[in-house]
């Protein structure tokens, strides 16, 4: 080896230990940094809370504390024409350099050095999370600040996760953060859509915010877009062809408002959801909410100053809200378009009489052909009369429910009870309010006497379409757990109901056209509380059930504004927007009819179950009758087996024995009425197999008496 040779062995060997004594000195100055200080991430995940519907698209995003639209996006949810553009141009050793790119800084050292001024910056996109998480004045201090901040976050995160904080933070003018947020307001799309001249822009606005905001100095910004797009070009990145194609894009004028819907529901979304979670799934559709929105919009014109609608449309088979209307103009204040009125407690009106009947129904009180009486009667001092003040005599249960006649609604709960009334629809999830809460259920709760909201309407109606089977509405997908069902009614007495309700005479002049050839019923009622203050009308088919509300927020009457002629039509054109109304999907029928149901025409009925007698009346004609004893069920006994001798080819019978209570009796085993002689305390079933059987007496003033028994043939 020569001599000169063995030299330059020495020097490389001495610059080889000094180098590395210099990485072991610079390491640890590194180290001692970091513990002095170290880096503070808490705030570097805060941004925008968003709602999205049960697609993932936006309905409603949040400002942070400090009032910007920081939208959080992953690289996944960004375009990656973007992505590879923006890595081109500001940073293309990013998945190399712990930071810090050398190459970069030594360039931009050279081209300082020789012209005298910054010619290109050596910032990473590591480098710029750093000054958008600690922002400070520009300065020779800052930039190495920046730099140790820089190694510090890719020793922390991942590339990716460096990349995402990017995207989210970037400035853009205003209050407008992160490439998400630009996107929706700039071009009114998501960023995963950008074509080439889009994202150019939005390279190029963040290195000057102020100075290229599309919609201030569009001249501005398209130089600066164009920039981006011939170094881009010139790096190979873009062809000649596409690059000139996205130069003769043209750049936005106008700021776009980011989506701004059902406003009430996703204030309700994020005041239930955990703080942590920024991104909230909800059950709502947007582009059925959008529609409904319209809709009540559109209503208003012939409605007073002072007027006001909600709409709720929802899934009656899981409880999940497909659109929510609280108010048809949030930003008005003299429509009170900030209070909700889907939860504002009102008066249901007439909406509550089909449940007096089903509960009717499954009581053995009076069946769909029992004949009840519409006239004139007082109930104490309780005297309801019709909406129309005219009476229509002797009709069926049916009829009069169609017709939603006062007085046969208010003697069926009269019978039945009206705290057990109150009960069920309580069982349900519903919220009663009465004027004071000392005060008991009365007989004016199947006229709309007691306070409830059009949520609570929306749920137990749901029931009706769902086989009687009460499920919680529900908003959120994720994170609340779904509820359990509650039965209410039997399934026969919601097909009953269904069966009823779809066949009310609708007001053919004022139906949509299309409505009128759809291929499947709606079952539907309307109800106006007292003083014309609230105009109901909630409707359901096989899939969805819909409630419409219209009337003043501050309660003042409404003349002439009831639920036949205000809110049914807007219930009808809400169905007409429902993707699977509108379109005939199979399905939209009512389920079939169940086991439990019985068809019978009023002289098919038991004679107990021909003629509904109210019991106002019954009292009327016997004031001086005695109270009744207790009744009681004493054959079968509870919980006994009993043994039955099969003889011949019939059927066995069991002997139905109930004592005290006052006649006449009616028997109901295992929710079918049974023949009974009148004025008898006792009855035959035939029994038509083995197993548990559940029977109950009810007797002329509503009590019942139930045992559960067990039944062996031999």
């Known amino acids: ?80 024409l973007y992505v590879t553009m923006l890595l081109a141009y500001e940073d293309r050793r990013f998945r190399s350099h712990p930071g810090v790119d050398p190459v970069a800084v030594a360039r931009a050292a ?20 750093a000054r958008l998480l600690e922002p400070a004045p520009r300065s020779l201090g800052t930039k190495l600040r920046q730099a140790f901040r820089a190694v510090q976050i890719e020793l922390a995160l991942s590339k990716d996760e460096i990349l995402a904080l990017y995207l989210a933070r970037a400035p853009y003018g205003g209050n407008l953060e992160g490439v998400r ?50 170094v881009l070009e010139r ?34 979304l994020k005041e239930r959801a955990p703080k942590s979670l920024l991104r909230i799934e909800s059950t709502l559709d947007a582009r059925l909410q959008e529609a409904m929105e319209a809709l009540a919009r559109g209503e208003l014109a012939g409605l007073a100053p002072e007027a ?47 449940f007096v009947y089903g509960l009717g129904f499954d009581l053995g009180v009076v069946q769909p052909e029992t004949i009840v009486t519409d006239g004139p009667t007082r109930f104490g001092d309780y005297r309801p009369e019709n909406f129309q003040r005219h009476y229509m005599g002797e009709v069926s249960v049916r009829v009069a429910l169609q017709q939603s006649l006062n007085v046969p609604a208010v003697a069926v709960l009269d019978r039945i009870g009206p705290e057990r009334f109150t009960g069920l629809l309580r069982s349900a999830g519903m919220t009663l309010r009465f004027e004071s809460a000392a005060e008991r259920p009365g007989l004016p709760v199947a006229l709309g006497g007691v306070g409830t909201s059009l949520a609570d309407l929306v749920t137990i109606y749901a029931a009706l379409g769902n086989r009687g089977v009460a499920l919680p509405l529900r908003l959120d997908a ?49 109800g106006t509380s007292y003083g014309f203050r609230d105009a109901w009308a909630i409707g359901y088919d096989g899939k969805h059930v819909i409630g419409v509300w219209v009337g003043r927020p501050d309660g003042t009457p409404s003349p002439d504004r009831y639920g036949r002629a205000t809110a049914l039509p807007i219930l009808f054109k809400a169905f007409d927007l429902v993707p699977e109304t509108r379109d005939g999907t199979a399905g939209r029928a009512m389920p079939a009819r169940p086991a439990d149901a019985h068809i019978a025409s009023n002289e098919r009925l038991p004679r107990t179950l021909r003629r509904f007698e109210s019991r106002a009346a019954r009292l009327a004609a016997a004031p001086d009758r005695p109270a009744p004893a207790a009744l009681a069920i004493s054959f079968p006994p ?61 007797d002329a003033d509503g009590r019942s008496a139930s045992v559960q028994a067990r039944v062996k043939i031999y």
């Open 478 to 526: 994720g994170f609340t757990p779904p509820a359990e069902g509650r039965r209410i009614l039997s399934a026969g007495a919601a097909w009953h109901l269904a069966r009823i309700l779809e066949s009310a005479p609708p007001p053919n002049d004022s139906l949509p056209r299309a409505f009128l050839n759809r291929p499947f019923d709606i079952a539907y009622k309307t």
């Open 1 to 80: 080896m020569t001599i000169r040779a063995q030299r330059w062995k020495r020097r490389l060997r001495r610059a080889a230990l000094g180098g590395a004594l210099g990485a072991g000195v610079l390491a640890g100055a590194f180290a001692v940094l970091d513990r002095v200080y170290p880096l503070d991430l808490s705030r570097a995940g805060e941004a925008s809370v968003v709602v999205a519907d049960r697609e993932g698209r936006m309905l409603r995003a949040f400002t942070t504390r400090e009032g910007t639209w920081r939208l959080a996006a992953k690289p996944a949810e960004v375009s990656p």
């Open 110 to 129: 050279w081209q300082w050095a020789w012209n005298g001024r910054i010619v290109s910056g050596g910032s990473t996109l590591s480098m710029q999370v």
């Open 308 to 354: 006001n609608v909600a709409i709720l449309v929802a899934d009656h088979a899981t409880g999940a809200v497909r659109a929510y209307v609280g108010s048809a103009a949030f930003f008005d204040a003299q429509r009170h378009g900030q209070v909700d009125m889907a939860r504002a407690i009102r008066s249901p009106g007439s909406t509550l009489k089909p």
């Open 235 to 268: 790096r190979g990145v873009l062809t000649p062809a596409a690059a000139e194609e996205a130069r003769a894009e043209p750049v936005p004028r106008l700021r776009r408002k980011l989506p701004f819907l059902a406003p009430h529901a996703t204030a309700a």
């Open 638 to 698: 509870a919980n006994a087996t009993v043994g039955l001798e099969k003889k011949g080819d019939g059927d066995p019978h069991l002997f139905l024995v109930a004592e005290g209570g006052a006649r006449p009796l009616r028997w109901i085993v295992n929710g079918r009425p049974v023949e009974t002689a009148p004025g008898a305390g006792q009855a035959f079933w035939r029994v038509d197999g083995e197993g548990f059987i559940r029977v109950t007496v009810i």
């Open 181 to 230: 947020a630009a996107s929706l307001a700039w071009f009114g799309k998501e960023p995963l859509h950008l074509t080439a001249g889009e994202a150019a822009l939005l390279i190029a606005i963040p290195q000057s915010p102020a100075a290229t905001r599309p919609d201030r100095r569009p001249e501005a910004a398209k130089a600066a877009r164009d920039k981006i797009l011939t």
